[in-house]
């Protein structure tokens, strides 16, 4: 094994502790739980814990990024979650698309509470919704969609939600707001590498080389056709990653002096192509 491949991704900051503290805190005062994930890598991209932490809260799955996912794959997940008594939307939360069947879901799946809630005589008391999701999955692009208004602060880079926040959302729904999980350590390397080919891991934290090596790695073995499609290239099938990495920096013009190939310039490009969704439709994971 070479060494970029030895190299494993690693990463709790200080603040992920204190979020597993305030999502245990903050549960009692929730009637459910959605979870927003990545539809390119829906397993990978949820956090292992967070069954064991909500315990019998009922729970809705988001399968956000819908629109770079492949629809049949897509499709799977949604039967795999319902299947094991979960409920999923595939959905596209910057667009909005999908997000029209989240709340009557939400009322559907809580119409229990709701009765209960009646015959008390608490009619139109509002049901709480925690959103929970590793860093950027999406949360904060959810919730703006929802409110209808950008209030809650979105970037394309994890960790910038950090602090509980209240959103009403209409239809007697308010969310909560939590900052991104994310567990102490990635115990299989794949896992870690697929949160990093999507951004859920700050870039600062492996090499882009490294990374863009692993990529196309995982490409070549399962979608070479986007490889030559996008790069129109041809016979780099039995080459080794680093070279294939070389031929896409040559084949996009990204040489420095001396005619040798930016391979750092061409690993970030690569990995900015495959994250905004123009190596085409691909999801790196299916149900077990």
């Known amino acids: 094994m070479s060494d970029y491949q030895k190299q494993t991704v690693q990463w709790f900051p200080g603040h992920m502790a204190k979020t597993r503290r305030l999502i245990k805190e903050s549960l ?48 799977k997940w949604v039967e795999y979650y319902k299947s094991n008594g979960m409920y999923a939307i595939p959905v596209d939360c910057r667009s909005g698309k999908g997000l029209n069947a989240y709340l009557p879901l939400v009322r559907d799946v809580l119409k229990d509470k709701i009765q209960r809630n009646t015959e008390k005589g608490m009619v139109g008391k509002p049901l709480r919704v925690m959103v929970v999701g590793i860093p950027n999955t999406g949360k904060s692009s959810f919730i703006n969609k929802m ?54 891991v700050k870039d600062e934290i492996l090499d882009s080389e490294v990374l863009a090596m692993r990529l196309i790695n995982v490409l070549k073995n399962g979608y070479c056709d986007r490889i030559s499609e996008r790069f129109k290239l041809t016979g780099f099938e039995d080459k080794e990653d680093y070279e294939i990495l070389e031929m896409i920096g040559r084949k996009r013009g990204m040489l420095i002096s001396g005619g040798e190939i930016d391979t750092e310039r061409a690993s970030i490009m690569l990995l900015d192509e495959y994250r905004g969704g123009k190596l085409g439709r691909l999801t790196l994971e299916l149900p077990e």
Not at 52 to 57: L, P, Q, R
């Open 28 to 75: 009692p005062f929730v009637d459910l739980v959605t979870e927003i994930v990545d539809a390119r890598i829906p397993m990978s991209s949820s956090n292992p814990e967070l069954k064991e932490m909500i315990g019998n809260k009922p729970r809705i799955i988001l399968l956000n990024k819908c629109d770079v996912a492949d629809e049949k794959a897509t499709a």
């Open 147 to 200: 409110a209808g208004r950008n209030r809650a602060k979105v970037a394309d880079k994890p960790g910038v939600t950090r602090s509980n926040s209240w959103f009403a959302v209409g239809n007697g729904v308010e969310l909560l707001d939590t900052p991104g999980v994310l567990w102490p350590k990635f115990d299989d390397k794949a896992v870690g590498d697929k949160l990093a080919f999507i951004g859920s």
